[in-house]
């Protein structure tokens, strides 16, 4: 049997993690629900070119990341409503319980190892 309290607590602290760095990169737009990365505070009223072009640097990079970081969290925060159900843990294709080492180190996942699709 999963222990899902104990998997609850692991999927919630996950989302925790998760929710701090993507605040920390961007912010919620309330009207799409999606992440967006937000350009960094312009500490200095100065700037030249190569300010610009590392600030632009950057906020390319955290777009990116915040692109890996979304599905993660969706993907978390769905495992969390649906944990209570009858086919958490169970695999989306086969149907049969997800492997408990699979689970432990991914509660989110989704499948069984064998119908790991990434
Ligand atoms: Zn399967």
Sequence with gaps: MLDKKKIKEKLEKERDVLLEQLRDMGKLNTDTGEWEATPEEMDQPETDQNDMA????????????????????????????????????????????IEMARMEANPAARTCKKHLEN
């Design 54 to 97: 590392d600030r632009f640097e950057d906020f390319e990079k955290r777009s990116s990341m915040m692109k890996v970081l979304e599905p993660r969290l969706n993907n978390i925060l769905r495992a969390i409503k649906g944990i209570n159900r009858e086919s958490f843990g169970m695999c989306e294709v086969c149907k049969k319980p």
